[in-house]
């Protein structure tokens, strides 16, 4: 009995592939409506499909303050713009976005969707597309709720081709396809145009090109931000030891947090906190000699333009969300945290824990010199 019911089981996913594999995919969806850091690590996903299927049409459905990176940086062909907002507000508010949503996306009419945000609103969205091939996680990541269908008929491992990193998650509707693996990690270069902005605008502030460390003190959480004043001593160190300049960048919610390192630093600091693009970002972070922030987009920006990276995690494990493809290192205070905010932090919340916090400067400052001695080329990539 064992042995037929395996048979029947085998037969059926043979049958499966066969319905999947002979025609190549011209129309594909990737839905990633998360944050800048899940769209560079998904850009790998893309990257890989447009080998496979060098005619195909990739869309991007993403945040709309995200189109224009994602377009610039040839990330995909199209996007069909998201407001997150309007999705979470009033059931009136949910229902136009949605409704918006779903008509953009049956304009394509899509052969193959990828659903890489894994929500209910991703899964109903991929559902409502109704391509012939949808590809989902299974598990999810969180259980599907009372009356929640999941819509994939295709499904990829939480994390595909033997990793753990979130890359691999992404990577992995890759596997479920049976598709080659190419490219494991991000890479992005800034459009020329882009590049040039950068290049003068750091001439307006006399910062040689690879001549200097980006600093990102911010987060989307204040938890997950070290200390400005940590942050102004590790500079100061950093600075006199190297002769590099500093430049600080982030979002324009993080110029508080700038300018209380701008103030407790002795060293001349370059504040670009809230004036620059994410494309015009991107370009000042390829230009960097060494990126030393909190765990967040700008460091997986600065890691996919090849740029050596200092990454500072609190509960986050490194392993799943640290920098890759270049020379890094991702510093951690030692587990389990002796908790240091117990008001403010939600310890099984990775994104909402405070455990960086617990770094002290030293490592900062040791980890940067070990980073610049083992990478005299910025641009020598780690394999």
């Known amino acids: 009995m064992f042995l037929t019911n395996f048979v029947m089981i085998a037969n059926r996913l043979r049958k499966h592939m066969l319905q999947i594999s002979p025609a190549p995919f011209r129309s594909i969806l990737i839905i990633q409506t998360k944050f800048i850091g899940d769209i560079v690590l998904a850009s790998t996903l893309a990257r890989n499909l447009r080998l496979e299927f060098p005619g195909a049409r990739i869309v991007f459905l993403c945040e709309a303050h995200l189109e224009s990176f994602v377009i610039a940086h040839g990330i995909a062909s199209e996007v069909v713009p998201f407001r997150r907002a309007r999705a979470r507000g009033t059931p009136l508010e949910r229902g136009k976005e949605l409704y918006a949503t779903v008509k953009a996306l049956r304009g ?55 990793g753990q990193h979130f890359v691999y998650r992404y990577l992995s509707p890759l596997e479920a396809l049976g598709i080659d693996l190419r490219v494991t990690v991000p890479s992005l270069q800034p459009p020329p145009f882009e590049a040039a902005k950068a290049l003068a605008l750091l001439g307006t502030h006399h910062i040689r090109p690879n ?38 960048v ?30 015009t970002l991107l370009a000042v972070l390829e230009q960097a000699r060494l990126f030393v922030g909190n765990e967040s987009g700008p460091m997986h920006m600065a890691a996919a333009a090849g740029t050596p990276v200092v990454g ?24 389990p945290c002796d908790c240091v905010a117990k008001d403010l932090c939600r310890r099984t919340d990775p994104s909402k824990a405070c455990c960086v916090w617990r770094l002290e400067v030293k490592p900062v400052v040791e980890a940067a010199r070990e980073i610049l001695a083992r990478t005299e080329l910025k641009n020598e990539r780690a394999v």
Not at 140 to 158: D, H, T, Y
Not at 313 to 333: D, K
């Open 250 to 279: 982030g979002g324009p919610g993080e110029g508080e947090t700038a300018a209380r390192i701008v103030a407790e630093t002795a060293t001349p600091v370059v504040d670009l906190v809230g004036a620059l693009s994410l494309e």
């Open 108 to 162: 394509f009419c899509f052969d193959l969707t990828i659903d890489l945000t894994d929500s209910k609103t991703s899964r109903l969205i991929s559902g409502l597309v109704n391509a012939k091939t949808r590809v989902g996680y299974n598990p999810p990541e969180r259980p599907l709720k009372l009356l929640e269908r999941q819509p994939a008929n295709v499904f990829a491992k939480p994390f595909g081709f033997g």
């Open 312 to 335: 500072l995690f609190g509960l986050t494990h490194p392993s799943r969300w640290g920098p890759v493809g270049v020379p890094s290192i991702a510093l951690r205070p030692s587990m």
């Open 211 to 248: 001549a200097f460390v980006a600093v990102h003190a911010g987060a989307s959480f204040k938890g997950r931000q070290w200390q400005p004043e940590r942050f102004a001593e590790a500079i100061d160190q950093i600075a006199a030891e190297t002769g590099l300049g500093i430049v600080l």
